[in-house]
């Protein structure tokens, strides 16, 4: 069974938008930190932004910082990656993850989901 699924990748146009969402099963979601990571071909999974299990805290990457908005919803278990002003360097499958503390540091969580992908054209 996996625990984490993502949606809501596909092509787009640079300057487009997308919502990615990770539904969570399996686990105990309300009690987790989240976090979306990225990894383009050829390069080493970065983070993206994660969110506290409370949702009060948030930390976003310089590259997400005023386009990408991580927000959570106990209640369906999901978190989502609110995407705008998409670039071509913002290509790459997109995974959401979840543990105990809210990191930028991949190693620090034990859920994965198994990845959308996001392709922006020029």
């Known amino acids: 069974q996996v625990p984490l699924v993502e949606s809501g990748g596909g092509l787009v146009q640079t300057g487009g938008s997308l919502r990615l969402s990770c539904t969570a099963s399996g686990l105990p979601f309300a009690r987790s930190a989240l976090a979306w990571f990225r990894q383009a071909p050829g390069k080493e999974r970065e983070f993206v932004a994660c969110?506290?299990?409370?949702?009060?805290?948030?930390y976003s990457a310089d590259a997400a910082k005023g386009r990408f908005t991580i927000s959570r919803d106990n209640a369906v278990n999901t978190v989502y990656l609110q995407m705008n002003s998409l670039e071509p360097e913002d290509t790459a499958v997109y995974y959401c993850?979840?543990?105990?503390?809210?990191?930028?540091?991949?190693?620090?969580?034990?859920?994965w989901g198994q990845g959308t992908q996001v392709t922006v054209s020029s």
């Open positions: 993850a979840a543990g105990f503390l809210a990191t930028l540091r991949s190693a620090d969580y034990s859920y």
């Open positions: 969110i506290t299990w409370s949702g009060e805290g948030t």
